[in-house]
């Protein structure tokens, strides 16, 4: 789905090159890229998915980041989880950054009243508060809006701490 709308879509990679091709069937709209690169740059799906939504006339917000201070951010860190899906986020250089099972980290950029926009994508994660004003879950929206799937993860702990490290100059 592209904003809400049925797509079908295929992609691949192989040797330096890349491909990327979507359908939206009801609009008759036809999106394919092309990409001749050893790396997985530009990303094609966030592109593709970006100009099949402007053809469709359900163009994608402009992502507008509000500044929100690394104190602020701490309210957000801690374990979020549901079955296989655990979410771990924490504050890293005034940043707020989101750490999926066994992947590599991602800044997620504040949008305000509790909105995020994650990394350099369309996905977005929507914070959940308790009547104390406690962060108690949160919200993946994957295609960046309310109109696709989502993930629900509630809060099932506080951030692991991590070790102190120092060098050994001996």
């Known amino acids: 789905r592209i904003r809400g709308m049925p797509a079908l879509q295929h992609d691949g990679d192989i040797n330096g090159f890349g491909t990327w091709l979507v ?5 008759r709209i036809t999106v394919a890229l092309l990409r001749n690169s050893d790396h997985n740059t530009p990303n094609l799906d966030l592109i593709g998915r970006r100009m099949g939504a402007f053809a469709a006339g359900k163009s994608y917000p402009a992502v507008v980041p509000v500044a929100v201070s690394a104190a602020d951010l701490k309210a957000y860190e801690g374990v979020y989880s549901q079955g296989a899906v655990t979410r771990t986020l924490r504050v890293t250089d005034g940043k707020l950054v989101s750490q999926r099972s066994g ?3 991602v800044v997620l950029t504040p949008l305000g009243q509790d909105r995020f926009v994650v990394g350099n994508d369309l996905a977005q ?4 508060r308790n009547a104390a004003g406690q962060a108690m879950g949160q919200v993946f929206y994957p295609d960046g809006d309310d109109q696709g799937p989502a993930e629900p993860l509630p809060r099932t702990g506080d951030v692991p701490q ?3 490290m120092a060098l050994d100059a001996t």
């Open 103 to 105: 992947g590599s980290t």
């Open 125 to 128: 994660i929507q914070f959940q």
């Open 23 to 27: 359908y939206l069937p009801a609009q």
């Open 162 to 164: 991590r070790p102190d």
